[in-house]
């Protein structure tokens, strides 16, 4: 066990609160008072970890992610889908009626024209719904003109967040990637947007040559 | 002030207290017990909601930004850009030295490779920073080869931003537009990405056959 903490760096008495609770499968007893451990459970401490620290998730959380992975028959697109699930998504935002009527009319419209193969009540949906009702009950509607450019944007994202992903090929690696890519990939994604707004706000409206600038040019 | 607070939705009381904190100038007295309020007022009651209401910012910032506002002279670039740090960025997690150093300067490497005119000490370059450390810290710093793949789509974002801001012409109008569309469009943004990701992985690993279906075809 001292062997597994130095290895993946989480203190001896979190090891054993995790094998406590069911989360870290136990070591094979090797002798009564010695076990040993493996690849799986320096596997099993990270994708932990990235839950926990990355994802933020509580521990309840964490134990049906590994409940998740326990059942070996669960199709790899579902497993993946649940641990994409339980980060990220912040919760929505109350919206009236009518603008959560005309915001379903058009993420419904944008899932057809893309061909999305998923349905209007995942998560997803639900939030993006939600967003775009806030958008409306705002008066701000025209901004979701855009929802194609969004759209194609984050078609660009998903398949670098797929090839991320499947460049593992053990499923909990696998889970592990989706969390730890889909937590970090948002705020990398907020940061870069506001990296390449300013960018092209500064191209837009260019600021006003300095004073001394002027002086200089004009005399 | 009846008439203002039913063309914005705003309680006379709330719109007393705004007049109170200097958030909103004061009506044009029309007689000792009678002021009159115009499109200004109206305009500045819909950016004070989007920035409490949309924006979840604490009263003292929209004092700042309206303060900002205050300043005709100030070049729209600068303004916009405030708006856009006052919301919507969480604070950065702190990560070890060495992953660190090693983000900023793939950061560096990227501002310089798309030629983007910012500052590797602005705050969205600092939180771009920290989540490339943290994909380091964990050990997958192979995520950070798609960076440009991000680039490209924040770069179709920020387009699409910049067009919907543009659309107005009134300053106050466009710094409502970068915090409604900064903090929903983040929303958007996360939502639409993974239900890209869930048609991804749809495409890439299809479920199989349910056994009843299988039964169907075979028999």
């Known amino acids: 066990m001292g062997e597994l903490s130095r290895t993946t760096g989480v203190p001896v008495p979190t090891i054993k609160f995790y094998l ?16 040993s451990y493996g690849e799986q459970h320096v596997r099993r401490l990270h994708l932990i970890r990235a839950l926990t620290d990355v994802g933020g998730l509580p521990l309840a959380s964490v134990g049906k992610v ?17 641990a994409a699930d339980t980060v990220g998504l912040a919760d929505p935002p109350e919206v009236d009626p009518a603008s959560g ?10 899932i057809t024209r893309r061909g999305w193969q998923v349905q209007l009540g995942d998560p997803s ?3 993006l719904t939600a967003a775009a009702a806030s958008l409306l009950a705002v008066g701000h509607g025209d ?11 984050a078609e660009w994202i998903a398949a670098a967040d797929l090839a991320f992903v499947a460049r593992r090929t053990e499923r909990e690696d696998m889970v ?14 907020a940061a870069l947007r506001r990296l390449a707004q300013t960018d092209a706000s500064a ?12 002086k200089t040019t004009s005399g």
Request: charged share 25%; net charge negative; proline share 7%.
């Open 176 to 189: 592990e990637r989706v969390v730890v890519g889909t937590v970090l990939g948002d705020a990398m994604l």
């Open 203 to 214: 191209r837009r409206y260019p600021l006003p040559p300095a004073a001394d600038a002027g």
């Open 143 to 153: 901004y979701l003109d855009h929802l194609d450019e969004f759209a194609t944007a």
């Open 125 to 127: 949906a639900l939030a």
């Open 66 to 82: 590994v409940e998740a992975l326990a059942d070996r028959e669960r199709p790899l697109h579902d497993l993946l889908g649940e």
């Open 101 to 110: 009527a005309q915001a379903r009319a058009l993420v419904q419209e944008l």
């Open 20 to 35: 406590r609770e069911g989360l870290l499968p136990a070591g094979e007893l090797t002798s009564p008072n010695q076990a």
